[in-house]
């Protein structure tokens, strides 16, 4: 049987134990850079504990970096799939890829900075996984309830009901919507600057009436009555809004609006998605919208119109049971 491969290694920033070289070291401390620069600041804490795995793996080995070969990445790839959790399970293949993932980027990293010759994960493949439909999608019945529910003209309900606006009128990632400052937004001409998304891409988004009313309305009478901060969306007092703020918001809402499907900011971005493609936006359209930097992660929306015509076949086809 495999050796179970460790889901947190020994590994860690200036405790390597004398192990790891210091040049090896450097490395590591170079490479969370670059991550640093090149995507969001969440990438490097999700990826750097896989990097440090592997190398224990590899010292468990007696296989300095220098010397990984493809075959010892397919002898890696192989452990991962023979895995279990604690119950017996086998790890899902979308994480074992997510694992691969993080290997390819980091070796890529040592070939481009010329510590290695070539890259010996270039021939490594993926697992094929299932692309998941959304779980939760809202109603535009619901949609509109959660959008109403912030009555109120406190600074508080205008912000929250500028966020649920934003949200619904954009599909906008939770992280992107936290770094939002008010200079993005152009409320005359219904337009929001996400800069660097996901990728660290910048993209240009329209938004709805409502939307643009409720974020001037906002601006405008309530934002300065919460505190001071260069981002547009802040916390009761003052500073930036954080993910689990914003998700908190999104929740105590949804339950005010009585809708009973756990909402969160992401639900409003496959729910945005969906209703548009209902009401026959193209899908290249959604896909510049949401930022998807390829157009299979669009393309999975379609399968929820079709299991929505499997519904009505099953309810309404006279041999549809």
């Not at 969370?32 to 990826?47: F, G, K, Q």
């Not at 290695?116 to 094929?128: G, K, N, Q, T, V």
């Not at 079709?306 to 549809?320: E, F, S, Y």
């Amino acid at each position: 049987m495999a050796k179970d491969i460790p889901q947190t290694s020994p590994l860690r920033h200036g405790n390597h134990g004398g192990s790891v070289s210091a040049k090896t070291e450097r490395l590591l401390e170079l490479y969370e850079d670059d991550l640093s620069v090149r995507y969001t600041e969440r990438t490097p804490p999700s990826y750097m504990p896989h990097v440090y795995t592997f190398l224990a793996w590899l010292l468990d080995r007696g296989i300095d970096l220098s010397a990984v070969r493809t075959e010892d990445l397919l002898a890696y790839q192989s452990e991962l799939y023979a895995a279990r959790k604690k119950d017996g399970k086998p790890y899902a293949a979308s994480y074992q890829s997510i694992r691969l993932s993080v290997l390819k980027s980091f070796f890529r990293f040592l070939t481009r900075r010329g510590y290695l010759l070539h890259d010996p994960s270039a021939e490594i493949e993926h697992p094929r996984t299932e692309s998941r439909l959304p779980r939760t999608i809202l109603t535009k019945e619901e949609a509109k309830r959660i959008l109403e529910a912030p009555k109120g003209k406190t600074p508080r309900g205008m912000r929250d009901r500028a966020i649920l606006e934003t949200l619904y009128a954009t599909g906008i990632r939770a992280s992107e919507l936290s770094n939002l400052t008010p200079y993005d937004v152009d409320t005359e001409e219904r337009t929001l600057r996400v800069v660097l998304g996901k990728g660290r891409k910048d993209r240009n988004v329209p938004l709805t009436r409502a939307a643009a009313q409720a974020i001037e309305a906002y601006l405008v009478k309530g934002r300065a009555q919460l505190g001071r901060s260069r981002f547009l969306f802040l916390q009761d007092r003052g500073g930036r809004m954080d993910r689990s703020t914003l998700a908190r918001i999104v929740g105590f809402w949804a339950k005010e609006a009585r809708v009973k499907k756990h909402v969160t900011p992401h639900v409003f971005r496959h729910s945005v998605a969906t209703h548009l493609l209902r009401g026959r936006a193209d899908i290249r359209h959604i896909q510049a919208l949401l930022g998807h930097a390829s157009l299979k992660t669009t393309e999975r929306y379609t399968r929820v119109e079709v299991q929505d015509l499997r519904d009505v076949i099953r309810r309404a086809h006279p041999r549809g049971r």
